[in-house]
């Protein structure tokens, strides 16, 4: 049974930074691409970012490029979103997600390609 677990999360001020983890358990973890997402109160799950299966690409939103990381540890089953800069909009439950099918470049922006989610870790940011 896939299971992902984030962690990380809480309570920053604007400009501080936080360090978002996702254990994966229940699959061969270096296998599969991996995405980060969120969600803010009233608004639509959107993506924040995602790393290819080696870890030497990756992807994000226009709204957190050159603030975020994201990374992977494959002999810890681990992706991380290191979130530097925070803003109060980014401000939102972040949640990791798996394709279980082999997904690449931009088809990894969509989370509709996602099969396995985690319960998601909340991040508010005050002004």
């Known amino acids: 049974q896939v299971q992902l677990v984030e962690s990380g999360g809480g309570l920053v001020q604007a400009g501080g930074s936080l360090r978002l983890s996702c254990a994966a358990s229940?699959?061969?973890?270096?296998?599969?691409?991996m995405g980060w997402f969120r969600q803010a109160p009233g608004k639509e799950r959107e993506f924040v970012a995602a790393i290819s299966v080696s870890g030497t690409t990756t992807y994000y939103a226009d709204s957190v490029k050159d603030r975020f990381t994201i990374s992977r540890d494959n002999a810890k089953n681990t992706v991380y979103l290191q979130m530097d800069s925070l803003k109060p909009e980014d401000t939102a439950v972040h949640y990791c997600a798996v394709p279980l099918r082999h997904r690449s470049g931009d088809a990894l922006r969509g989370a509709n390609v996602y099969d396995y989610w985690g319960q998601g870790t909340q991040v508010t940011v005050s002004s």
């Open positions: 229940g699959l061969s973890f270096s296998r599969y691409a």
